[in-house]
């Protein structure tokens, strides 16, 4: 299935409880995207982050990265923002392309053999027609 979501509007900042390192940050989105969608965005954003000192603190958790129409991310550092920004705009590029639809390969066996072999497990012998 085919998802293209987009940042609509600016970034809100919330700020954290006393004792926490860095803001919660809201980036809202075109559409509310599927779990899937979420979970190639959150694969995205991780594999983008990997060695950045700036981004030490960024919690980036598939159950919560998108909320709603939201992307939220808790830990943002000043230091790191712009790098989180450029990262975070490719990985909603990367999640956008993750739901092309590729074209199916050539099946091994036929339907037909597929459901014999499936019938000779549920019912204990092969079913000839």
Do not use: K, Y
């Not at 995207?33 to 603190?57: Q, Y």
């Not at 830990?75 to 590729?102: C, F, K, M, W």
């Not at 074209?103 to 012998?125: D, F, K, L, Q, W």
């Amino acid at each position: 299935m085919f998802e293209d979501h987009r940042i609509v509007n600016q970034a809100r900042g919330e700020p954290l409880p006393a004792g926490s390192v860095g803001v919660r940050v809201r980036v809202p989105l075109s559409g509310c995207p599927s779990r899937r969608w979420a979970h190639d965005l959150c694969g995205g954003l991780t594999r983008e982050l990997v060695g950045h000192s700036a981004v030490g603190h960024l919690r980036v958790n598939v159950n919560d990265i998108v909320q709603g129409n939201e992307i939220v991310l808790e830990g943002v550092e000043a230091p790191g923002a712009p790098s989180l920004r450029r990262a975070l705009q490719r990985a909603i590029d990367a999640a956008n392309h993750a739901g092309h639809v590729t074209p199916r390969a050539r099946p091994n066996v036929s339907r037909n053999e597929a459901n014999e072999i499936a019938h000779t497990i549920a019912a204990g012998e092969p079913r000839h027609p």
